[in-house]
T-cell receptor
Framework: DAGVIQSPRHEVTEMGQEVTLRCKPISGHNSLFWYRQTMMRGLELLIY????????DSGMPEDRFSAKMPNASFSTLKIQPSEPRDSAVYFC??????????????FGSGTRLTVV | AQSVTQPDIHITVSEGASLELRCNYSYGATPYLFWYVQSPGQGLQLLLKYFSGDTLVQGIKGFEAEFKRSQSSFNLRKPSVHWSDAAEYFC????????????FGKGTHLIIQP
């Protein structure tokens, strides 16, 4: 099991550019979560999907943020246009609905985004 | 709304000493509780979880946690810490059987003194 795979690990971009973060959940997991971690706000849930359908995006900070899950094995988080205050570590996590009792929630290694 | 409070931002412990990290939660129903550890530059690793049953749960790396409903607490303990335990520790609460996300505390930074 390769775990939750995120790419890229590091991203440096200029203000105003579009940024796309990618996530591949564990095979068989049908719930996927995007989190953002900053020193000031800690770990915040941005959006989550169940069976590829967005369930709650109330944590998405602005319309500049969007997320998709076109199939069970891939999700993207896009920021357009990016701003310096978007600099953070973005984590993806997955689990199987009804199975966190056994499996917990598995996190990827994160993408460290720096917007200059 | 659910919330998690970790009252200690930093804790310093001598190597070999015992450890207790505090966690208090607020949740409207039966909570699912988790402890994660994060080493610098790394993702979050699950230490242990509580869903029901025995209120003392055992995890990896010699950690344990005790669920106390009357105190809304889920404190993490280890009888003897090692230098490799230095990291950031996060308590989290969730529910819905995995259909919704976790709410995390702000974390406790553990420093190990030689």
């Amino acid at each position: 099991d390769a775990g939750v795979i995120q790419s890229p690990r590091h991203e440096v971009t200029e203000m105003g550019q579009e940024v796309t973060l990618r996530c591949k959940p564990i095979s068989g997991h049908n719930s996927l979560f995007w989190y953002r971690q900053t020193m000031m706000r800690g770990l915040e849930l941005l959006i989550y999907f169940n069976n590829n359908v967005p369930i709650d995006d109330s944590g998405m900070p602005e319309d500049r943020f969007s997320a998709k899950m076109p199939n069970a094995s891939f999700s993207t988080l896009k920021i357009q246009p990016s701003e310096p205050r978007d600099s953070a570590v973005y984590f993806c996590a997955s689990t199987k609905t009804g199975a966190p009792r056994r499996d917990g929630y598995t996190f990827g290694s994160g993408t460290r985004l720096t917007v200059v | 709304a659910q919330s998690v409070t970790q009252p200690d931002i930093h804790i310093t412990v001598s190597e070999g000493a015992s450890l207790e990290l505090r966690c208090n939660y607020s949740y409207g129903a039966t909570p699912y509780l988790f402890w994660y550890v994060q080493s610098p530059g790394q993702g979050l690793q699950l230490l242990l979880k509580y869903f029901s049953g025995d209120t003392l749960v055992q995890g990896i790396k010699g950690f344990e946690a005790e669920f106390k409903r009357s105190q809304s607490s889920f404190n993490l303990r280890k009888p003897s810490v090692h230098w490799s335990d230095a990291a950031e520790y996060f308590c989290a609460v969730g529910g819905g059987g995995g259909a919704d996300g976790l709410t995390f505390g702000k974390g406790t930074h553990l420093i190990i003194q030689p």
